[in-house]
């Protein structure tokens, strides 16, 4: 079955330490992106990329960074310079041939501070 | 700058009950609108968009929206609510002539039903 599945389901990171995010995709989507969730606070954009090498910050960026090294992947790391990295992570993908296909997410992963 | 909101955090209805779910949003050129329904711990399901055309449009689990230009809304309903419609619903707005991913969400409503 096709789909986006998001690695681990449960993270911790401890003070001063990085932490990588998984995303994967076999829909053949050109278009990834994360997301933050926090309670009551909607989602947030993180990072987004239309095409592999190339991706663009979003409204949240900074403590985090991507990379597109594959048409299929989207891993995000979350920095120490990420002061408040607990939340959930959603990511995403959709076509960009059209403009109005859906977003298919992954189910997520929880992130939290030890 | 573009906004969604939704005014209702928490709604609880019962069992067979009517439901509408609020959603404002502020963009200036015609907006392309989206509703995302959450089950807890997991990602989110599309149940409906608009884009153009008919101004109430039909999506999965018998849900229908209707857009109001007038007054810039587009609420989410259902005639008659099931004890599986219990979630987070999520209204969006979409930037850049439909660009899908750079979407505003509301904050969103957690749906509680009755039985």
């Known amino acids: 079955d096709g789909g986006i599945t998001q690695s681990p389901k449960y993270l911790f990171r401890k003070e001063g330490q990085n932490v990588t995010l998984s995303c994967e995709q076999n829909l053949n989507h050109d278009a990834m992106y994360w997301y933050r969730q926090d309670p009551g606070q909607g989602l947030r954009l993180i990072y987004y990329?239309?095409?592999?090498?190339?991706?663009q910050k979003g409204d949240i960026a900074e403590g985090y960074s991507v990379s597109r090294e594959k048409k299929e992947s989207f891993p995000l790391t979350v920095t120490s310079a990420q002061k408040n990295p607990t939340a959930f992570y959603l990511c995403?993908?959709?076509?960009?041939?059209?403009?109005?296909?859906?977003?298919?997410f992954g189910s997520g992963t929880q992130l939290s501070v030890l | 700058a573009q906004s969604v909101t939704q005014p209702d955090i928490h709604i609880t209805v019962s069992e067979g009950a009517s439901l509408e779910l609020r959603c404002n949003y502020s963009?200036?050129?015609?907006?392309?609108l989206f509703w995302y329904v959450q089950s807890p711990g997991q990602g989110l399901q599309l149940l409906l968009k608009y884009f153009s055309g008919d101004t109430l449009v039909q999506g999965i689990k018998g849900f229908e929206a209707e857009f109001k230009r007038s007054q810039s809304s587009f609420n989410l309903r259902k005639p008659s609510v099931h004890w599986s419609d219990a979630a987070e619903y999520f209204c969006?707005?979409?930037?850049?002539?439909?660009?899908?991913?750079?979407?505003?969400f509301g904050k969103g409503t957690k749906l509680s039903v009755k039985p």
């Open positions: 963009y200036g050129a015609t907006p392309y």
């Open positions: 969006a707005v979409a930037l850049g002539g439909g660009s899908q991913g750079n979407l505003i």
């Open positions: 990329s239309q095409i592999v090498n190339d991706f």
């Open positions: 995403a993908s959709t076509t960009t041939r059209l403009a109005n296909e859906k977003l298919f």
